[in-house]
């Protein structure tokens, strides 16, 4: 496969947008605060990263067993183009309007502007009463 029908398909997928537009509008976000925003599992979410990393589109840094991506900071001209269009989605995208609040509460949580993997089990624990019923 050529290199322009890889980037393109790797925009083929509405998780990978979804993906994509997160991390352009959030900026450097760790792998379990992405599973978060989206709802989806950490598997899911990993390979998608994977296919956008692969395309050109991410870079990743670990950090201990964390791993955060964010977009590539040198993307080709071609790339910059497609971002711009898959940015423009925004307004016609409920579902990327919905991962922009998720992501906005789950990094709320982050301390000292790391992620705080576990910390979300540990509210929703800490707000479920001992019969099983949230407060």
């Known amino acids: 496969?050529?290199?322009?029908?890889?980037?393109?398909?790797?925009?083929?997928?509405?998780?990978?947008?979804r993906l994509?537009?997160?991390?352009?509008r959030r900026g450097e976000i760790c792998v379990c605060e992405l599973t978060d925003a989206l709802g989806l599992p950490q598997y899911?979410?990993?390979?998608?990263?994977r296919i956008l990393q692969s395309a050109g589109w991410l870079e990743d840094r670990k950090l201990?067993?964390?791993?955060?991506y964010r977009t590539a900071p040198r993307l080709s001209p071609f790339h910059r183009r497609l971002l711009?269009?898959?940015l423009r989605l925004r307004e016609e995208r409920k579902d990327f309007q919905r991962d922009e609040v998720h992501a906005r509460r789950r990094l709320k949580l982050r301390r000292?502007?790391?992620?705080?993997?576990?910390?979300?089990?540990?509210i929703g624990a800490a707000i479920t009463r001992k019969d099983g019923s949230k407060t």
């Open 84 to 86: 711009e269009a898959v």
């Open 64 to 68: 201990g067993k964390w791993v955060y």
């Open 44 to 49: 899911n979410v990993s390979r998608h990263l």
């Open 112 to 122: 000292g502007g790391l992620c705080c993997v576990g910390l979300v089990a540990q």
């Open 1 to 17: 496969m050529d290199r322009e029908a890889e980037i393109f398909q790797s925009l083929a997928d509405s998780t990978r947008l």
């Open 20 to 24: 994509l537009h997160l991390l352009v």
